[in-house]
């Protein structure tokens, strides 16, 4: 983490002598008449009047160069009515701006989407009075800048780093702290206390209850990959040693590219020397390795660059793109590795048809599964229940799609991405949780392409023809749901916003 200004430190006395209080106690502005709120646009009444005057308010800002706000539409901030801006003290901005960036990197690190890092950052230094605002978040950085007329320019960067992580608890807790900020007007000096203690506090869950969460989803991932009890029962064990494998070499220093390739060569290698130790037969091990294939892969990356490249955040979209390619090619590198094992294999682990499940069965394995996700990613427990119920709603959406409608695949999967994503953006505001911490256990539970993915690289890997259309329909269904997500998001906080009682 690095970060860059072109003022004085902190410890500095302000060249416009404003004081160090200015960033901890609370300006005229805080009074009720300018405390920031949640309300609905002004009009009518009618729908159509509210829609007038949306279209008439974003038409200002966006004429106004000096806001950001125009930015907030469509997100869960777009109803905010922030205090009209005010010349910021220099020290005061500089507070400002470090804990916008901090924050933004924190969110960025926790698995909130680009986007609303973004609107965080805009609301948040709109809610302490600032504009002229610039804010750029790319694949590896965010920046800020503070540029008031006849005033020093401003500029600050923070470095994210471009590996994707997920942890559920702090990204609840760090949108806990942007509507604290929002609503009970947190200062900056305040808020930035609030944020070093999320950031210092230690997950929910031990080491070992997330590690056998992840176990859990490799059961159920296996089980929607047609696996048997005995397939689902050891698939935890392969998913485990690969796991504690890779955090091994990844403790010693070696690049992710290399520590993702070993684990891949291990997973297969142990699936194919339980196979022939007749614990597993052909088509169990194909099971096995299927569902622990998919959870080594970058699939919420990859979901991820859908939305960036929807969102318009084309630079993030790119760099994780290149991120992804650099996984895909260190499995396909890890496959080789073992691929002499894999010659002599049963035919049935090479060539397998997996065959879904019945409907009420995959309900049963998207609701653990996305159990399972929800504490491998450090998930509170008032999590739980509704993040099993976003894995029966994406289960159901696309086995119905899927096995009772006849549609393909990655249509499926799309469906069943935008159902979920409305459902989260309308209910999560409500349960003040992030949309987000509902949409990835769901989609981890329900709606991964672990054959597809599974049939793709091992064929590839052993050069046997028919790879590349697999590979496709892989990435093609992944895709699919990105653009799902984005879609359900914004039509189920459209009705969120629209509909909810106003506070």
């Not at 002004?42 to 949306?54: E, M, P, S, V």
Request: net charge neutral.
């Amino acid at each position: 983490m690095s970060s860059h200004t072109s003022v004085p430190s902190d410890d500095s006395s302000s060249t416009d002598g404003s004081s160090s209080s200015d960033a901890t106690a609370l300006p005229d502005a805080s009074r009720a008449r300018d405390r920031a709120r949640v309300g609905r646009p002004a009009g009518d009444g009618t729908f159509l009047g509210r829609r007038r005057a949306r279209r008439e308010q974003l038409s200002r800002l966006r004429d106004n160069e000096s806001t950001l706000l125009d930015r907030l539409y469509g997100t869960e901030f777009e109803g905010y009515t922030f205090p009209e801006p005010r010349d910021v003290g220099e020290r005061t901005a500089v507070a400002c701006m470090r804990f916008a960036l901090r924050h933004g990197r924190e969110l960025f690190l926790a698995g909130a989407e680009t986007r609303a890092i973004e609107s965080a950052i805009v609301a948040v230094t709109a809610r302490w009075e600032m504009d002229c605002m610039t804010v750029d978040v790319t694949s590896r950085t965010i920046q800020a800048q503070y540029a008031p007329p006849g005033a020093h320019t401003l500029t600050m960067m923070m470095v994210t780093g471009s590996e994707d992580s997920r942890d559920l608890r702090q990204l609840d807790d760090l949108s806990a702290l942007t509507h604290r900020v929002l609503d009970k007007g947190l200062r900056p000096l305040e808020a930035e206390h609030e944020l070093t203690r999320i950031i210092s506090r230690k997950g929910f869950w031990p080491w070992w209850t997330t590690v056998l969460g992840g176990a859990l989803l490799a059961a159920m991932l296996c089980v929607l990959a047609s696996g048997t009890p005995q397939a689902a029962a050891l698939s935890p064990v392969v998913f485990l040693v690969g796991n504690r494998f890779g955090w091994a070499l990844g403790a010693g220093g070696l690049p992710s590219f290399y520590v993702t390739a070993l684990q891949t060569a291990s997973v297969i290698g142990l699936t194919i020397l339980l196979a022939d130790a007749h614990l597993l037969t052909g088509g169990e091990a194909a099971s096995v390795a299927a569902a622990n294939m998919v959870l080594l892969l970058p699939i919420l990356s990859l979901v991820s660059l859908a939305e960036d490249a929807i969102s318009g955040f084309r630079a993030m979209a790119a760099g994780r793109l290149i991120s992804v390619g650099m996984f895909l090619g260190a499995m396909v590198g890890g496959i080789a590795l073992v691929g002499f094992l894999l010659r002599d294999a049963d035919v049935d682990a090479r060539n397998t048809a997996f065959r879904a499940l019945p409907l009420v069965l995959s309900l049963v394995t998207s609701a653990i599964g996305a159990l399972g996700n929800a504490i491998f990613m450090g998930g509170p427990p008032r999590l739980l229940p509704w993040v099993m119920g976003a894995g029966v709603l994406a289960g159901l959406v696309n086995g119905v799609l899927h096995q009772e409608l006849g549609q393909p695949t990655p249509m499926a999967a799309l469906g069943a991405a935008a159902v979920l994503g409305a459902a989260a953006g309308a209910l999560a505001p409500s349960l003040h949780i992030p949309s987000r911490s509902l949409v990835v256990p769901g989609i981890a539970g329900a709606l991964l392409p672990g054959p597809d993915v599974y049939r793709s690289l091992l064929q590839y890997g052993l050069h046997v023809p028919g790879a590349g259309g697999y590979a496709v329909q892989a990435f093609v269904t992944t895709a699919a749901i990105g653009v799902g997500t984005v879609l359900g998001s914004q039509l189920g906080g459209a009705a969120q916003r629209r509909w909810a009682p106003a506070l």
